[in-house]
């Protein structure tokens, strides 16, 4: 009789552990495809997808993105580091030449071209199990980002999403070690260490080397007297960091772009340079914890050792920390105190006092490098000096010039501490497809955007916002725009607040440096344009909509469809730079896309707007562009184009301000017909032009 009941609570109690057990399956499916594509990618493949993962808000690939990021660029620079060892190894201790005397030094090459042959043979071996992408040439502008942690950018923010609020502030925190001076990350983390959630005592920096974990660990215990503990702990350290070091200078042998074809002994000499510059850079970086820089880091470790090992008995070791200590500060008053004290043992003898021999050679290449690199500085720049003295120069000197122009400008840079650019946003063609695009983020506050769009709302009208242009970019949406040259005039008539006019210019000057600090042209950058627009989707439009919210334009020439693009009326050719940021994300569609060619049939990168995000690119054809159409709710944003010409300053900035200015001393003025059509609008403002510029347009 319980039959059927029986069945039904069965069915009842089983359904959701079959519906369990199925998405269970499903998730394991979905990891195992995320796993084989994520495996299949290279580093650059997993870098890109990771950011775009991030422009989509996607905030659990955006993490997992970078995770396999961080795993596969370690495992390519592992791979990488362990062929040119075993090569350089095999060379050093096996090599047999064809020819017993070593004529022309061309023993040298033969190496060279047997451990050619080497690498070539070791990275076909990994190819062979990773697979055939493995080993792809990672571009440097990645990995110099890579090597800046700059993705920790990325993650913190996508923590921060997920309130994951601990390793947000990691992340932040390593990001700054690297990039101290960006202020949108100092204030981020001061914001995570003054939430509830975080722990200040645990915020750390997750890419500290190994070795200083031990260090600290052996000074700890050596303070503490325990003095076995402190020894173990301090030679692992300093084993570590020697290993790291011939790990990074192994790293630095790698491809070098000559820029041009010199004769052979330049190419040599180039890239030999390039190299030990490399090279000379890695015992500081590596002597460097969380951004600061610890001269003495590797020679504390045998001030500490000698000590310890005097504590424990060990004499010989003791006096052979000592003299070890003092290759590097010969005349350590101290450390010579301490060599008198041992020498002064019965049971010492002076063969007690021989250093560590791997030190002593670390030393000697130590010295031997520095004095290269202090003689490549001083001759060719004195051989600089002397060309520019000379006041004339035969056509027949252009290939010495060339060669001589290249060494200084690619070396002697670096020797006189160069350094490379170090730009607080998303800034290389491999983040949005091309090295004229540039993201920041957090330019302006929620409060800004809230308050921009409230201004948009009150004074925009339908249409461009210039010229009476009423014919919006796609009949399924409502185009609302407004001009600073409209507000100023709203603001002289007290409809509008000077506050909120104020405000404008504010953030638009504030938009107006970043791009200058971000492109990094040498000139002036002035705005020539400024619009405040919004896009909204209207009722009853197609969902799966195909037009665009914008077409695919370039923003100073006319895209045709065989790929030019003419420098020619009506396109606005004197524009040289465009900006836009963005004010909301509560809309659906409305993404702006960077594309290959006018129709569209490689889209380069997607950004998604959200408020305080700035867009910057050059204005040209290489930056064909558009926006995906709106299909729900109102994206707003604020355009700005630049122009590096004078005269094609926008004439409205100069308005507003002394619309302001007039405001301030005499108050505004009453309205005395309508502005919502176009003629009345130009004419009020040629008479506004007239009172308060005193020039005639």
Known sequence: MFGPYLALALLLVLTPIRRAQEDEDDKRREAAMREEIVSNATVLETYEAAVQAYLDEDWDACIQGFRDMMHKYKNYRNMVIKCRR???????????????????????????????????????????????????????????????????EYLHGCYYQKKYYQEAANAVFTYLIYNPTHKASQASLAYYMGLPQVNNETVRNLEVQPFFKDYVSGVTAYENEYYEEAVEKLEFSLKSFFEAEEQCRFYCEGPFDQGWSPEFTTAVSNHFVFDLHCKRRCSRVLSTLNGDYRADFLVNHFNYLQFAYYKLGDLRKACETVETFLLFFPSDDTMLANKEFYASLPIVDEDYFTPRQDVVSYVKRQEYEKLLLRYIAEEFNAFEDKVEASESKSKDDTDVNEIKVFLLNHYIGVATNATLPKINAITDKYDLGDDSRFLVEGLINQADCESIIRIAEMTSWEGDGYENNQSPHSEFERFEGVTIGRLAMLAYYGILEPELLKLILRVTETVRQETQRIVKVNQQLYITYTHLVCRTALPGSPVNRSDYSHRIHADNCLAQNDGSCLSESPAYVHRDYSSILYLNDN????????????????????????????????????????VTAVTQGKRCALGIWFTLQADFEDLDRDLAEAVLEKIQLDGTEKLTESLTDAESYHRHKRMLIRRLLKRIV
Do not use: W
């Open 86 to 152: 075993k090569c350089r190894t095999e060379m050093d201790e096996g090599f047999s030449p064809l020819y017993r005397e070593n004529i022309e030094d061309l023993h040298f090459y033969e190496k060279k071209v047997k451990e050619t042959l080497c690498l070539l043979q070791c990275n076909q071996e990994y190819r062979d199990l990773a697979g055939k992408r493995a080993l792809q040439r990672l571009p440097k502008k990645t990995e110099y980002k890579i090597m800046m942690q700059q993705h920790y």
């Open 587 to 626: 809309f659906q569609g409305g993404d702006f896309i960077f594309v290959k060619d006018k129709n569209a049939s490689t889209i380069e990168s997607t950004i998604r707007p959200r408020c305080g995000r700035m867009l910057s690119f050059s204005s040209g054809s290489r930056n064909l562009h558009g």
